[in-house]
Each structure stands twice: as structure tokens, then as C-alpha cells.
């Protein structure tokens, strides 16, 4: 029995079924003939397709068993890549074998639930039984097989510890090379001296040549990289605590400035009393092995962003079409738990409903999926527990392995629920569409970006009389002429989205023989990427609009020629105000063209308070009240203002609706300017007459005074009251009589000199005047009335050289009476200035001011006026008759000079003659 063992190893050595005595022994036990024969009888028994006898089994098939047999008795689990790496065969063979072994229903095969590509391989029940029953016979033999081999291998152990010292001087030197030939390096250091040891390999890893510097603890530290410093600290002291580190990666900076990548291993060795003494590793550069992986995972990690960002998602299927693999963009749409969907075909996923009510488009996918083809845009759609319905698309294509076994279908896949509702939502509008442009009156049409008729609604049959069929063969443009058509068409495939619309009107001929004035619309439409996909036409039948239209322009041409015959102003305006129509003689008045008038707000060229006035009385008129007038000024074209009377009626409707305005307007200008002159005359002529009798009224009490005088005392002296003549008393009533003579001849010589200076007949006589010579001389004569009346009387100095050409005279005139009123109009201890100063351009100013009563606002005005009496109560207290400044200022008029007067009542008077620049003697 143990002569039929094959030769076999002891060791300490794991393996992941076991040690590597138990697999061997156990493996050799199920070749011995009592299990083949068993075996087979076994198979015979409850084996086989057929029940029949136990089919022959090739070489291949028993590597197969023997290992499922050997993995079965430790306990593990064992895949298809397991069986072909241990048996030697190919992964394809391997597969075959597995795949007759299983029609024989000798063994089983299952997904893996955690990997879902690793098939996991078991053996039937009636096998498994039949294991068991054979083990537990052959225990007893079993146990000698490892009672011997567990002998040997003592022996062996002993042989070969005599042998170690010489080995381990031979290993060295294959260590050496082999250190150079796989570039690794290795390192020992004494845990009693610390000394440390570097291989030839180790220096040059580091970026030294082999004995160029004394290797140390510091040293390595040193060059380590410092984001790797404690880790290194960290696994170095695991190996002393631990006694074996089975491998770091750590990077190191060499004096050259590179970067480079180190992997290192270490372990401790002991002394015979089980005492460390000594640390030692190997290390290898794998910086290029790092960069590959940093590449790889980059890799992996495009590849895992893209199935994650990207719209579609990805799958896979084992070879029974069964979903082992759907990425997390399809979980992530739909909300859709795993479970629903790994596992499961598409038949399963969707229902067999579903399938049911497709079994067409599932037929022929089913039929792909057999032939092994590929697939592209697969739809079937998917109900949710929450009543929703789903739509997917997928598109896919067969794997095979590298032996050519079909392994399943991979592929993508993407939601088109939306697109789905979108399709059904586009046909229900065009049913919605067709049904409207049906019952349209209008002609429609779409065409194709050829030109081509797609669809004709029911109304372009009729007019063109054609049936739809014919219609939709034919290009758009046969029915008019070709050189006509050519334009439309260029139009029209010339839309775009900046013009998306164009518009033609051409006669057509319609079934009924007439020619019809047809208004055509093209819209244009476009898709996304603006291109144009087809042009909707919509014509509409002008011909009566047009016809009715041309019988209203010619009903408006023989009124408006009417209109414009009349040699009124005729305007017509809108309800809301805006300008419609004005005849010739409107725009002739205000020099403007018919059509610059149009739609223009009535008043617009008035001033703004007469179109108020205007628009309100045309909005005013209704049916109760149709009509009105007004008179307005308007400027005419040349800039002259003439007078216009308007009348104005509205014009109403059935329905007793204003739908116009219609003004006529006729210049009255003439006789309105006839009204006023005969207004303003009769208006003088009343200020005239009320003036002429104060005037007389005056006249006759200022006359009757002095004459009462003058007979009075004259009668006293004839009389001799006071005694015979010579008496004393008869001096003091000579010199009233001579005052009041004065007096009347003085009032006389004023009404005089008006009355020439008002018929033209005063002549000035002009002589070269010193100014402060006819001031002080004014001073003077007006002494004696300022002493008399209380009133303090002063000159204040004016420029050194005021010379003049004037009628010295008439300039003391002028003075004397500004003086005179403002100490007549002065109150006792009151003061009067008489001023002389420089004015604008050159100009002199003469002058007089008083604090006296004032002159009251209202009278202002009228002050130079002649027979004018300011404060009229205390005019009639003093001599005059109101001549004192109508004199002054048509004096200064004549000598081409200026009088002016400013007060404030209760605050005094300050009256003025203001020279001319032009009169002074430079």
C-alpha cells in the first residue's frame, strides 16, 4: 500500500486546502483502483444522462474528479481557475472537462455570490456519499501512509542539517548573483554590535557605488522621504517586535535628487538560545512598478468615472444571459434595489407580460441573443412597485474567452422613458394637429426642406381641386409661374432662425374659375442644431377683403378730392385723437405734406393750453352732444399767428358709438382782428374820457382857484376895505393876485407844451449843458418850496464830466417837476436827494429820491400817464393836475433819453432820467 504512494514532501508549508502532506497523500489515496472502480460504480448507479452504464470517462475528466474529490475531503471550495491551474490543463479544457462532468450530473456548478465572473464547482450528493464511505474504509491505511512519511521526513531533516553549512556558503554566492541579475538587494544588521551590513546591490540602489560611503542607520534615515519617515520608523520597529515584516513600500530622495520607490522586507534571527541577534532584508527598486499601478489605478479610476458621470449606464451577462454586472449610474437613476436586477434576465426584469405584449420585438431579440450577434437600441420596458413604468434601451455584443467560449453579452445601456413619453406626446399633437388644420378654412401645407409636399389639409384639396394624394406627389410652385415659383422657393429655403418667417400675396386660380388674391405665410422649422427640417404654409383668400377694400379706396379718393376742393380747413380725426385724413387747405396753412400728418394727436400744433382745450371738447362729444366749436390761434407755414374757428362733430355709428371726429375750420383772423381793434379803441376811448373829466375837473377847480383869487382881492382893492388906496394890507393882495396868476399861466404853458409835444410840433433847442449846473440850479428854485414844506433838500456829487447836447430848458423842466413831486409827496422832516451817476454803456442817471407816501402798486403803472394823479387824497391837497410826469417823460423821450419810476408805498419814490451814451460830450 505504501509502495503505491508517489513520492510527496513534508514541510511547514500552507496552502490555502490544507497542508501540503494532507493534499498530496489524499490525492494519491483517490487514484488507487478500489476508488475507480467504486467510482464508477457509483456513477453507473445514480449518474449518467441516461441511467444506463457508466460512460467512459477520459484522462482529462480524471485529473477533474481526483481534485474535486481531494478538495471536497479538506473542506474548500473549488473554482474552474483552480482546476485548470492545478491539473495543468488549459482554462478552455478545463472548462469542457467541466462541462461533460456536469451533463453526467457528477458535479455541480454555481455562481459565487461574492464575484459574480468565479464559478464555483461542487461535486453531486450520490458522490459526495460515496467520498465519505471510501475515506472511512482506507482511515486505517491512511494512518500508516502518514506515520511513515512523517518518520522520513525526520530523517531527512537530520541528513540534511549536516549539509547546511556548505549550502548555506553556496547560497551566499547564488544570493550575490541573484542580487545582481533581479536588481535586489539585501542588508543585515547585529542587534549586539549594530553593525551594519549592504550588498553591492543595496549601494547601488541607494545611488552609491559599492563601498563609496560606511552604510548606517542615520544614513537611511536620512535619504527617506519625509512623508514616508514614520511609517518607516513604524515597520522597523514592527520587525523587532514581531521578528518579521513581510513587506513595506517607501520612498526614498538619493543624492542625486531623484525620487525613488522601495520595497523591503526583514526579519529577525535568533541564537541557539532563542535570542535575537541579528535583523535582516531585502529591498528592490519598484519605482517603475509603481508607476505602472498609479497608471493602472488612474486607469481603473477614468474608467470608473466614466460608467459614473456618464448618462448611459454599463452591463454584463453570464452565458445564461442572466445580469452578473450593472454599474452604479443605473441604481442611481432608477432607485432600483440590486437584488431586482443581478441575477435576473430581461425576461425576468420586465414580466412576462410585458414580453407578451411585445413577443414580436422579443422574438427577434431572442433570436440575436441564440445566433450569438450583436444588438443595438433594444427596447422593453420595466413596472415599478410604485405603478411607474420605465423604458430601456441597451445595446450589446457577445464575449468570448481566449479559448472562443461564449462567456455572455456585454454593453450599455440608457433611460428612455422621457423619450418614449416624448414620442407619444408628439403623436398625440400631430392628431391634435391634424385634427385642427382639418377643420381650418385656411390652405395649409408642409413641406420638406426638398421642396416636397409631406401634408395638405382638406381646405387646399377643395380650392385647388385635387385630391390629396395627388397633391402630396406634386412639388409646391406648380400652380403658379415658373419663374414666380423659382423666387417663392429660393425665399423659402432661405429661412432661417434669425428669419424664420416670409410672406408673399400672388393670385391662384381656384376650381371655381376665378383668380383668387391669396396671402401666403412660410414659417420655417428648425431642430436643435438650427438646421431647417420643414416649412409650414398657411394661405388665407384675400380676394374679398381685397375687393372691398378697393371699392373703400375709391369711395375715399372721390371724397377726399371733394374735401380737398373745399377752401376750408377739414380735418378727421380717430376716436383716440390721432390725425387720420386733412384736406389741401389744412396742409397748405401749415406748410406740411398730408402724410407727415397722419396718425399725429390733434392739437399737436397748438400751444399746450389751447390742445387741452381742444381735446377736451372732442373727447366731450358723444350722442348727446354731436357738435361743438371753438376759436384757437394757430401759426401758419410763414410764422404769421392767424385765427381759426372750428366746428367740430362726431361722427357716430349704428350703435350710437363715436367711430370719428370731422373738424372744419375757417381763419377768421380779419374780423378778429377787427373785434379787438374796435375793443382796444373802445377801451382807450373810455380810459380817454374818464381821464378827460378828471381833467376837467380839475382844470376847472385849479382855474377857478387863482381867477376866485383874482376877482376876489381885485373887488377888496376897488372897494378899498382896508382904506384908501396906498394902505399896506393892499400889497399882501397884489401879491396873491400875482401868485395865482403865476400859478394859471403856469398851468397853462403845461397843458400847452403837452399838446405840441403830442400834435409833433415841439421843437427842442439843443445847446452843449453841463449837468451839475442844471442840478444846482434846481436846487434853487425848489429851496424855497422844500423850506416851506419841511423837507430837508440835498445834491450828492455825480461824475467830473457830465456833459451833454440837450435843450437846457426843457432838461430844468425835467428836474424841477421830478423835485417838486417829491417834496409835494414828501412828509414834514422828511429828506430829498437829488443824484447824479454813471449808468450802463456810458449811460448818466439823473435821480430823485424821497422817503415820502409812496405810489401804490396799482398806480404804478400808470404814473406817466397824462391827467394821472398818484395818491389822489393828497393830490387834491396840492396844486396840479397831473401833467408833471407825462411832460417829464415825453421830454426825455425827445432828447432820446429814458424815464423811470420805482416805489414802495410808505418807503418813498425814486424817479429817473436815464441820458443816452450817444448824446454825452466825451
Known amino acids: ?120 464547482l461542487t461535486l453531486s450528493p450520490a458522490i459526495k456519499t460515496f467520498l465519505e464511505e471510501f475515506v472511512a474504509n482506507c482511515s486505517r491505511e491512511f494512518s500508516e501512509i502518514i506515520a511513515f512519511h512523517e518518520s522520513k521526513a525526520r530523517d531527512d531533516a537530520e541528513r540534511k542539517l549536516h549539509h547546511s553549512e556548505s549550502q548555506r556558503l553556496t547560497r551566499e554566492a547564488q544570493l550575490r548573483a541573484a542580487d545582481t541579475i533581479g536588481d535586489v538587494g539585501h542588508w543585515s544588521r547585529s542587534l549586539v554590535t549594530g553593525e551594519l551590513h549592504w550588498s553591492d546591490e543595496t549601494f547601488r540602489i541607494f545611488g552609491f557605488q559599492p563601498g563609496e560611503v560606511t552604510p548606517s542607520r542615520e544614513l537611511v534615515r536620512a535619504m527617506v522621504h519625509p512623508d514616508d519617515y514614520d511609517s518607516y520608523v513604524e515597520s522597523i520597529d514592527r520587525v523587532l517586535s514581531e521578528n518579521i515584516d513581510h513587506g513595506r513600500v517607501y520612498r526614498i530622495i538619493r543624492r542625486d535628487g531623484l525620487t525613488r520607490w522601495i520595497r523591503g522586507a526583514a526579519s529577525v534571527m535568533f541564537d541557539s538560545d532563542r535570542q535575537p541577534v541579528e535583523i535582516a532584508g531585502a529591498l528592490r527598486d519598484v519605482s517603475d512598478t509603481m508607476e505602472m499601478e498609479e497608471a493602472l489605478r488612474a486607469s481603473e479610476q477614468r474608467f470608473r468615472d466614466f460608467t459614473e458621470t456618464a448618462s448611459d449606464w454599463v452591463w454584463e451577462t453570464n452565458a445564461d444571459n442572466e445580469f452578473t454586472f450593472v454599474s452604479d449610474r443605473f441604481f442611481a437613476i432608477f432607485g432600483m434595489p440590486r437584488q431586482a436586477i443581478l441575477g435576473r434576465t430581461r425576461v425576468q426584469i420586465a414580466g412576462r407580460d410585458s414580453v407578451a405584449e411585445k413577443a414580436e420585438l422579443w422574438a427577434k431579440h431572442h433570436a440575436d441573443l441564440s445566433a450569438r450577434r450583436p444588438f443595438r437600441d433594444f427596447r422593453y420596458s420595466v413596472a415599478t412597485r410604485d405603478g411607474r413604468r420605465l423604458f430601456f434601451c441597451l445595446s450589446g455584443k457577445p464575449v468570448y474567452d481566449l479559448d472562443g467560449v461564449y462567456i455572455g453579452y456585454r454593453g450599455t445601456g440608457r433611460d428612455v422613458s422621457m423619450d418614449v413619453e416624448a414620442e407619444r406626446a408628439l403623436q398625440e399633437s400631430e392628431a391634435r394637429y391634424r385634427v385642427l388644420t382639418e377643420r381650418q378654412t385656411d390652405l395649409i401645407s408642409y413641406l420638406t426642406p426638398d421642396l416636397r409636399r409631406r401634408y395638405v389639409n382638406p381646405a387646399f384639396c377643395e380650392f385647388l381641386g385635387q385630391s390629396q394624394e395627388d397633391l402630396l406627389t406634386s412639388s409646391a410652385g406648380q400652380h403658379l409661374d415658373p419663374e414666380f415659383a423659382h423666387q417663392i422657393n429660393t425665399e423659402a429655403l432661405g429661412l432661417t432662425v434669425d428669419r424664420p418667417v416670409s410672406e408673399h400675396e400672388y393670385a391662384m386660380i381656384a376650381t371655381d374659375g376665378r383668380e383668387h388674391w391669396m396671402h401666403w405665410k412660410d414659417q420655417g422649422v428648425f431642430d436643435a442644431e438650427n438646421q431647417l427640417i420643414g416649412i409650414l404654409c398657411v394661405g388665407r383668400d384675400l380676394t374679398d377683403r381685397i375687393e372691398s377694400e378697393q371699392a373703400l379706396k375709391e369711395s375715399e379718393a372721390r371724397w377726399r378730392a371733394l374735401l380737398d376742393q373745399q377752401s376750408d380747413m377739414i380735418v378727421f380725426y380717430r376716436p383716440d385723437l390721432t390725425r387720420r385724413f386733412a384736406n389741401d387747405a389744412y396742409c397748405k396753412f401749415v406748410g406740411r405734406d398730408a402724410s407727415d400728418l397722419s396718425d399725429e394727436t390733434a392739437g399737436a400744433i397748438l400751444e399746450e393750453c389751447d390742445a387741452e382745450r381742444l381735446r377736451g371738447t372732442l373727447t366731450s362729444l358723444d350722442a348727446e352732444t354731436p357738435t361743438a366749436s371753438g376759436d384757437y390761434p394757430m401759426v401758419r407755414h410763414d410764422g404769421e399767428t392767424r385765427w381759426v374757428q372750428w366746428r367740430h362733430r362726431a361722427v357716430l355709428s349704428d350703435d350710437s358709438e363715436v367711430v370719428g371726429l370731422i373738424c372744419s375750420g375757417r381763419d377768421i383772423t380779419d374780423q378778429h382782428t377787427d373785434n379787438r381793434r374796435l375793443k382796444d379803441e373802445k377801451h382807450e376811448a373810455e380810459i380817454a374820457s374818464r381821464q378827460k373829466s378828471a381833467f376837467l375837473a380839475t382844470m376847472s377847480h385849479d382855474i377857478r382857484t387863482p381867477l376866485n383869487a383874482i376877482i376876489g382881492f381885485s373887488q377888496l382893492i376897488q372897494s378899498e376895505v382896508a382904506g384908501p388906496l396906498g394902505a399896506e394890507k393892499y400889497r399882501e393882495y397884489l401879491g396873491h393876485i400875482s401868485d395865482a396868476g403865476d400859478y394859471l399861466l403856469a398851468l397853462v404853458n403845461n397843458v400847452l407844451d403837452l399838446a405840441r409835444i403830442e400834435s409833433g410840433e415841439f421843437q427842442l433847442d439843443e445847446e452843449e449843458v453841463d449837468l451839475r449846473e442844471v442840478i444846482e440850479f434846481a436846487r434853487r428854485n425848489a429851496m424855497a418850496l422844500a423850506n416851506s414844506a419841511g423837507v430837508h433838500l440835498e445834491v450828492i456829487e455825480g461824475p467830473t464830466s457830465a456833459r451833454f447836447i440837450a435843450d437846457r430848458t426843457r432838461l430844468i423842466q425835467m428836474v424841477n417837476n421830478l423835485v417838486s413831486n417829491a417834496i409835494k409827496f414828501c412828509w414834514a422832516g422828511g429828506k430829498v436827494r437829488i443824484h447824479c451817476h454813471e449808468g450802463e454803456d456810458g449811460a448818466v442817471v439823473i435821480s430823485v429820491q424821497d422817503n415820502g407816501i409812496g405810489i401804490e402798486p396799482d398806480s404804478l403803472a400808470s404814473v406817466f400817464d397824462p391827467f394821472a394823479q398818484g395818491q389822489m387824497e393828497v393830490a387834491k391837497k396840492s396844486q396840479g393836475v397831473g401833467l408833471g410826469l407825462a411832460i417829464v417823460k415825453s421830454l426825455a423821450e425827445l432828447h432820446g433819453a429814458a424815464a423811470q419810476i420805482s416805489s414802495e408805498l410808505g418807503n418813498g419814490t425814486t424817479a429817473q432820467i436815464i441820458l443816452p451814451a450817444e448824446r454825452r460830450i466825451k
Open 1 to 120: 500500500m505504501i509502495d503505491s504512494v508517489v513520492n510527496f514532501d513534508i514541510g511547514p508549508r500552507k496552502s490555502n486546502r490544507g497542508t501540503v502532506v494532507d493534499l498530496t497523500v489524499t490525492y494519491d489515496l483517490f487514484r488507487k483502483p478500489e476508488f475507480l472502480q467504486g467510482f464508477l460504480e457509483c456513477v453507473a448507479r445514480d449518474g449518467g444522462e441516461s441511467g444506463g452504464p457508466a460512460p467512459t470517462l477520459k484522462a482529462s475528466d480524471w485529473e477533474v474528479v481526483y481534485f474535486l474529490s481531494t478538495a471536497y475531503w479538506l473542506g474548500d471550495n473549488v473554482a474552474t481557475t483552480d482546476v485548470a491551474v492545478v491539473s495543468g490543463m488549459s482554462e478552455s479544457s478545463a472548462r469542457r472537462c467541466i462541462l461533460r462532468l456536469t451533463k453526467m450530473s457528477i458535479i455541480h456548478v454555481n455562481q459565487d455570490r461574492t464575484d459574480r465572473r468565479r464559478r464555483i
